[in-house]
């Protein structure tokens, strides 16, 4: 029995490492760089600068959340897309109440807490698809199997040049294709309150997880299998996460060199 109890405790944290371990590194290494971001525009315009990609990235940011509170049957009673308030911080917001009866919208607060995650992503990789020319190839490029830190490396220096060639450079669509994508990419990473209550969902997940896996192991079932089966399926979500994290990354050296940069050599 405690070896049983061992198996299943290890392959839930095989699981979760295999299908959302990436999601969660990605996820707090794009929190990291939008926060560095909105330091550069706040230390240097101050709020207004933090409004310069807000009006379009945070009512992407909104929708995601009410998307999925809809997909998890959550009621929704009040949806603002963008009210900017200086004096909290805050720019937008999506109330939602749930049925703490159900399992399912239980579970559901771990996906609509992420949601900005995935639907600016999407956003992201769709105006990709539609507006650059090359933009098909690139997302070619970015559907990969990542299986080491240097080969991702190798995949977005190669979607980098791909974005900047000339003919992109010269096509004034790439530069509004390139502001929309700042806009949405500063504003994807849950906020502190979208954090509480992924973590709330996330121990409902996990309970699920190991009552499915104990039931399997029971019928002789080894769920490592489908485990990996499903992990390997995910590249083209773990792609739109890695190029999300590139284009939040030039953005962050943009205004480091644009902003930040001359208003420390001026301080001096």
Request: with cysteine; proline share 3%; net charge positive.
């Amino acid at each position: 029995m405690q070896q049983f109890a061992l198996t299943l405790l290890q392959t839930v944290a095989m699981e979760l490492i295999a299908v959302l371990g990436i999601f969660f590194a990605l996820g707090f290494l794009l929190s990291k760089v939008q926060k560095a971001t909105h330091e550069n525009y706040t230390r240097t315009i101050g709020w207004k600068g933090i409004l310069l990609t807000a009006w379009i990235g945070t009512p992407i940011h909104e929708l995601g959340h009410a998307f999925f509170a809809k997909l998890f049957h959550h009621k929704i009673s009040n949806i603002t897309l963008f009210q900017p308030n200086k004096s909290t911080g805050g720019l937008g917001h999506v109330e939602h109440s749930f049925n703490s009866n159900s399992v399912y919208q239980r579970i559901g607060n771990f996906f609509i807490g992420a949601a900005p995650l995935f639907f600016g992503g999407a956003a992201l990789i769709g105006i990709l698809y539609f507006v650059l020319p090359n933009g098909k190839d690139i997302i070619a490029m970015l559907n990969v199997q990542y299986d080491s830190v240097p080969s991702a490396i190798d995949t977005l220096k190669n979607v980098f040049f791909a974005l900047i060639q000339r003919d992109n450079l010269n096509n004034t669509i790439f530069w509004i294709f390139v502001y929309i994508s700042f806009c949405i990419s500063a504003h994807m990473a849950p906020s502190k309150q979208d954090v509480k209550g992924m973590w709330r969902g996330f121990a409902w997940l996990v309970g699920l997880l190991v009552i499915f896996n104990f039931i399997l192991m029971l019928m002789n079932i080894d769920p490592r299998e489908y485990v990996m089966r499903i992990a390997s399926s995910l590249s083209i979500i773990v792609a739109v996460f890695v190029y999300a994290l590139l284009i939040a990354t030039v953005h962050y050296v943009v205004t480091f060199i644009l902003l930040r940069l001359p208003f420390q050599l001026l301080r001096r």
